[in-house]
């Protein structure tokens, strides 16, 4: 599907929880003398104007990040990525997941972002392209699961997959199972992230009674208030295989905070 466009979204409360979460696993996989290999499934343009029309149409940033930025210190590694993010771009701009990683990681990392969307891989070459060191960066125009099994177990073997569809496609939630299972089976000691919405029906049961099955995941969900009228998400799940350690402690952490926030009503 590629009418998907993400900037209509960046900076809501789901992107909070996940890239959030994200940031915090990055930043411990760093602390070790060790490199990494970062892939990402669906990485969408990688950098956002949150004065942008398309955002301020939904008013879903203003929900979102505007809110909950203040549940970071600036030592937390996401408001260290939303601040150099920030510091290059002007202060409307918010960091998709790649520019959060290639914020985090170092030199010796290596990222692979694949993107089908045509303008928006456009924008992704812009938005990554930077002087100075940083971790070396692969851009890939195909399909996202087909990429991230052709690279599974990547070189270095150490490191972390997210998973991020649009689920615009109802055969998403059971595609992205088996792309999990699949990806667990080729790389046992990688970490996978798998975000997804929480809507009315609950699609994404059925997915997650498939990946219960793997030993030691985490499982995050929170809710919050729909942005606007008719918004049908209600919430957003993040998980988690082979989580580093301290996640489900930050995970908990989030959590608290998205509690202080109104019921969401479905």
Same mark, same amino acid.
């Given at each position: 599907?590629?009418?998907?466009? #993400?900037?209509?979204?960046?900076?809501?409360?789901? &992107?909070? !929880?996940?890239?959030?979460?994200?940031?915090?696993? @990055?930043?411990?996989?760093?602390?070790?003398?060790?490199?990494?290999?970062?892939?990402?499934?669906?990485?969408?343009?990688?950098?956002?104007?949150?004065?942008?029309?398309?955002?301020?149409?939904?008013?879903?940033? !203003?929900?979102?990040?505007?809110?909950?930025?203040?549940? $970071?210190?600036?030592?937390? +590694?996401?408001?260290?990525?939303?601040?150099?993010?920030?510091?290059? *771009?002007?202060?409307?701009?918010?960091?998709?997941?790649?520019?959060?990683?290639?914020?985090?990681?170092?030199?010796? &990392?290596?990222? #692979?972002?694949?993107?089908?969307?045509? !303008?928006?891989?456009?924008?992704?070459?812009?938005?990554? *392209? /930077? +002087?100075?060191?940083?971790?070396? @960066?692969?851009?890939?125009?195909? &399909?996202?699961?087909?990429?991230? @099994?052709?690279?599974?177990?990547?070189?270095?073997?150490?490191?972390?997959?997210?998973?991020?569809?649009?689920?615009?496609?109802?055969?998403?939630?059971?595609?992205?199972?088996?792309?999990?299972?699949?990806?667990?089976?080729?790389?046992?000691?990688?970490?996978?992230?798998?975000?997804?919405?929480?809507?009315?029906?609950? +699609?994404?049961?059925?997915?997650?009674?498939?990946?219960?099955?793997?030993?030691?995941?985490?499982? #995050?969900?929170?809710?919050?208030?729909?942005? /606007?009228?008719? *918004?049908?998400?209600?919430?957003?799940?993040?998980?988690?295989?082979?989580?580093?350690?301290?996640?489900?402690?930050?995970?908990?952490?989030?959590?608290?905070? $998205?509690?202080?926030?109104?019921?969401?009503?479905?």
């Amino acid at each position: 599907m590629l009418s998907y466009q #993400h900037i209509y979204h960046a900076g809501n409360l789901a &992107d909070v !929880q996940k890239h959030a979460l994200l940031a915090h696993a @990055l930043d411990y996989l760093t602390q070790k003398p060790k490199p990494l290999s970062y892939i990402e499934t669906h990485a969408g343009r990688g950098l956002y104007d949150l004065a942008a029309p398309e955002a301020l149409k939904t008013g879903e940033a !203003q929900a979102g990040i505007a809110r909950a930025g203040a549940w $970071f210190d600036a030592a937390h +590694p996401y408001a260290r990525a939303l601040a150099a993010t920030r510091a290059a *771009h002007g202060a409307t701009a918010y960091p998709g997941s790649p520019l959060i990683a290639d914020r985090l990681l170092r030199p010796e &990392d290596t990222i #692979h972002l694949a993107e089908l969307h045509p !303008q928006e891989h456009a924008a992704l070459e812009t938005a990554l *392209h /930077r +002087p100075g060191d940083g971790p070396t @960066l692969r851009l890939y125009k195909r &399909d996202g699961a087909e990429l991230a @099994l052709s690279l599974t177990p990547p070189e270095p073997r150490r490191g972390l997959c997210l998973i991020d569809p649009s689920y615009e496609v109802k055969d998403d939630y059971a595609g992205m199972a088996e792309l999990v299972l699949k990806l667990h089976r080729k790389w046992p000691v990688g970490i996978v992230m798998l975000w997804y919405p929480l809507l009315e029906g609950a +699609p994404h049961d059925p997915m997650l009674a498939r990946l219960a099955a793997i030993p030691g995941s985490l499982r #995050h969900e929170v809710r919050f208030p729909p942005a /606007r009228s008719g *918004h049908r998400m209600h919430g957003s799940g993040l998980f988690t295989v082979n989580p580093p350690y301290g996640l489900a402690k930050e995970a908990a952490r989030l959590s608290e905070r $998205f509690a202080t926030l109104a019921p969401a009503r479905h």
